[in-house]
């Protein structure tokens, strides 16, 4: 099995990388104050680090069930699989559903498509191009798959999204299909004008609706969900219990104390989103400026410019940056094309942002095109 | 898939149940103020909240490697693969190894067990009797199997030690027929008396050894490990980030600010060793006083008794002392007798260990053998 380009590259920095290259929060936006309390808290009773049941510890799986259920989708703590981040759950339902097939957008999230493949699941793709997703293509490859895969909200790598109507349709193509969906929502939460309803709540019955605290907590803490049917989730139970017994309990309890106070969430929530709306005005501004050519939607939310290079090979200019302390991903590896780029915005100072654009304009307009 | 019988049990008690059943280790010794002050050390450095490397955290697997090599069993950093417990651990090599066959004790580890399964590996079986591997049995299956799965130490469920001698000929065993060990060894440092070599250290070059902080730290970290050769490890470490990116850091690192002061460590396990002994003791006293005809093996560390009813079935025993608040697992869940039964004796208190054989027997003696 090939290994994430991404991860890989990560583990070729330095500190002194400026990396647009990982879906990485913004390590300084972290509540370390807050968590700090929270893991405090929870060391208070020592059954904090005790072995748990394997669905999840019940407060953190009522207080997610009421995020939901506040945005008028209806769920319960049984509706709730707490997974060592979302990705777990991913290679949960795809080993539940291994030999089956799926449709998914193209290009899409290299981790997914990598555990669609190991868990022998064939890969029916329909494409995103210039923002928008095919729903032609979508409807053809979904009569002949048992599943759906997609991210609707700031799509990983294009940052595109889905518009509420063509929700409502692949809510209706799954009905009409018998499909099942898997929404994967990790940058939901991270809108920078208004929230969009997710298709998983016109289709509650047939849809695994994905959850993280990755991207909006802490990633490293590996605490994800899925939101499902009881139906749907009850087989998962033996699964998720035989892979890993349970998610990491200490952390779902401090999680637990730090979402307890509503309030608290919501102004980190604000935080956030005001941080890296203020990101990506600037990324936009400095695109403009120093990479005109640069061919690119702008993000409504999440963390993610997509584009291309008119032409020019993006592994090419890889290989020069690197060597210049500046990485990002070529859309290649998520199976888009050659000259296509997927840049993080949110990792980075503005300093840097800045800077690491100029460094790849420096070496793009010094690159004959192919 | 079927669910764990222990895990679901587990899942149906209340906090007034004396449980022999589950592998609990004894949260009163959990080391809590260390971990506390771990835990608040790691939390002073947003980065132990970030994204990480998929196969663990350098500095916790540089503690780790020097375990190993302290003991004469020479191990790098990268030698090391930090998985969310050893139940992971397990899963990764038994996942690569899809379609294969092993050979493994009987009975065994159902966590083990309910993995083969799940990863379409035959498993062929060599039998414990009365605490004694049986090596004809072992070395008729390890010629027609790619890989041996054992525990060592304080086997669960039987509590039963592999003596060096016999350890060593496993070792023979596994290089003649070129077969690979996996050594699970979550109990190795819950010795009574005296710790012993491991039959990886014997063949270092085509050996797993499993390794865990569950049973000697806290189980809520979901922290574990696998030790093997590179050219073994290398493809591993691709699952392990398919499965779930990387395991949890924040509790890699304070497990490694609580590991790095050589004598807390040492100081917790002695404690861990002088109390289970104790218990140990004490579980046996109550036995042959009040369950005179229960046959078992005094274990040598570890954390279970196992042992016969003397024909009595032991699920009927246990339907009736679970309504009397007594909980423990019948053999024939980990494919042993019908009227053989595995204690734990860590979690309880030594009060409650005494009412529960007490309420055990009374429902044994009252009820008629098959």
């Known amino acids: ?32 104050q807050e968590l700090k309390e929270a893991f405090a808290k929870s060391l208070e009773d020592s059954n904090s680090l005790q072995y748990s049941t394997s669905s999840g510890i019940l407060p953190l799986k009522k207080i997610i069930a009421n995020f939901y259920t506040k945005e008028g989708f209806f769920t319960t703590a049984d509706n709730i699989l707490i997974t060592s981040g979302s990705q777990q759950a991913l290679d949960i339902i795809s080993r539940f559903n291994s030999g089956k097939s799926i449709a ?9 498509l990598n555990l669609f493949e190991l868990n022998n699941i064939k890969v029916n793709k ?3 191009q210039k923002g928008k997703t095919n729903l032609y293509e979508l409807k ?15 799509q990983n790598p294009t940052g595109a999204t889905i518009p509420i109507k063509q929700r409502e349709e692949i809510a209706q193509i799954c009905q009409e299909y018998g499909t099942i969906l898997i929404e994967d929502a990790p940058y939901s939460k ?3 004008k208004e929230p969009i309803n997710s298709i998983s709540s016109f289709i509650q019955e047939s849809s695994f609706h994905l959850g993280s605290f990755s991207k909006v907590l802490a990633p490293a803490l590996r605490v994800g969900w899925i939101r499902a049917s009881k139906e749907l989730l009850e087989p998962l139970i033996a699964y998720k219990e035989a892979m890993d017994l349970h998610t990491n309990s200490l ?16 102004k980190h929530l604000e935080k956030l989103r005001a941080n890296y709306k203020a990101k990506m005005q600037y990324f936009c501004k400095m695109l403009d400026k120093d990479l005109p050519t640069f061919n690119y939607i702008k993000p409504k939310g999440g963390m993610f410019f997509y584009g291309d290079f ?38 980075s100072t503005f300093e840097e942002l800045a800077k690491g654009i100029e460094i790849i304009a420096k070496v793009l307009y010094n690159t004959k095109k192919r």
């Open 190 to 192: 991270l809108y920078f």
């Open 251 to 266: 952390s779902q309890q401090a999680i637990y104390h730090f979402l307890k106070k509503p309030e608290c969430f919501d």
């Open 1 to 32: 099995m090939k290994r994430s380009f991404i991860r890989e590259i990560l583990e070729h920095t330095n500190s002194d990388t400026i990396s647009f290259a990982g879906g990485l929060p913004d390590e300084n936006l972290f509540p370390m």
């Open 126 to 128: 329909f494409s995103i």
């Open 104 to 112: 998914t957008q193209k290009p899409s999230y290299l981790g997914a």
């Open 310 to 347: 008119g032409g020019v090979d993006a592994k090419e200019i890889l290989k020069q940056t690197l060597k210049k302390g500046v990485i990002f991903v070529p859309g290649i590896e998520f199976g888009g094309k050659a000259d296509e780029v997927r840049f993080n915005f949110t990792h």
């Open 140 to 154: 053809r490859v979904a009569m002949i798959s048992d599943l759906i895969y997609l991210i609707p909200d700031f």
